[in-house]
């Protein structure tokens, strides 16, 4: 089954700087990869997302890239801001074009920013 | 509009009793997932449910735990015999199963029910 893991675990960065965070995944069929944002007390929230036919996509401050070869993608948010402190986890789904979309999570990155 | 509702929002119980916690999803999401967070940690997966195909069942923890929906609507997790282990806040989340063009494929997360065995 799929498998997906996540780097750093903890991130401290200062307002203004770019912070960066890798999932790797091992199933090559996978073709949806989500961000998601989980702030304190709250469910996760969808923040951008990517599908395998895309390299790259970007909304406003934040980017995610997707190398299938390596089986790689990265979230990447500029110019942080201290509301972006929460944790972040990014997810795989195994065929989403066979209609079997169960989300495979990373383990989860808590990002810091300190004004 | 509304969103996924997962209830109670925080359940105290004592060990060895069983609890039942309910999750109503976003209607016309075929697809329901029961997550577990143990406190700073990452998101386990429990169950997930899609349409009318049998459950994917490999998260479950133990015989302890069980999960049913009620055709594509109202879903209950039971945990029975609670131990002190099984406090965690419990996440449900829906989407589409089979999304067609243009729609998303988001999975939409309730607040969760945060579960305290004592």
């Known amino acids: 089954g799929e498998n997906v893991e996540q780097h750093p675990s903890t991130l401290s960065v200062q307002e203004g700087d770019s912070a960066v965070i890798k999932c790797t995944y091992s199933d090559s069929a996978s073709n949806y990869f989500p961000w998601y944002k989980q702030e304190l007390g709250k469910g996760p929230q969808l923040i951008i997302d990517i599908r395998s036919n895309v390299g790259e996509k970007k909304d406003q401050r934040i980017a995610v890239t997707l190398n299938k070869t390596a089986k790689h993608f990265s979230l990447h948010i500029t110019e942080t801001q201290p509301e972006d402190s929460a944790v972040y986890f990014c997810a795989a789904v195994p065929s989403l074009s066979g209609g079997y979309n169960k989300l495979i999570f990373g383990a989860g990155t808590r990002l810091a920013v300190h004004p | 509009g509304a969103g996924v509702s997962q209830s109670p929002s925080n359940k105290v119980t004592e060990k060895g009793k069983d609890v039942e916690l309910r999750c109503d999803p976003i209607?016309?999401?075929?697809?329901l997932y029961w997550y577990r967070q143990r406190l700073g940690q990452g998101l386990e997966f429990l169950i997930y449910?899609?349409?009318?195909?049998?459950?994917?069942k490999s998260g479950l923890p133990s015989d302890r735990f069980s999960a049913e929906r009620t055709g594509e609507s109202v879903s209950t997790l039971t945990i029975q015999r609670t131990q002190q282990e099984d406090s965690a806040v419990y996440l449900c989340a829906s989407s589409f199963s089979y999304p067609t063009v243009g729609e998303s494929v988001e999975a939409f997360f309730g607040q969760g029910t945060r579960l305290t065995v004592v």
């Open positions: 449910f899609q349409g009318n195909s049998a459950p994917d």
């Open positions: 209607s016309g999401h075929t697809a």
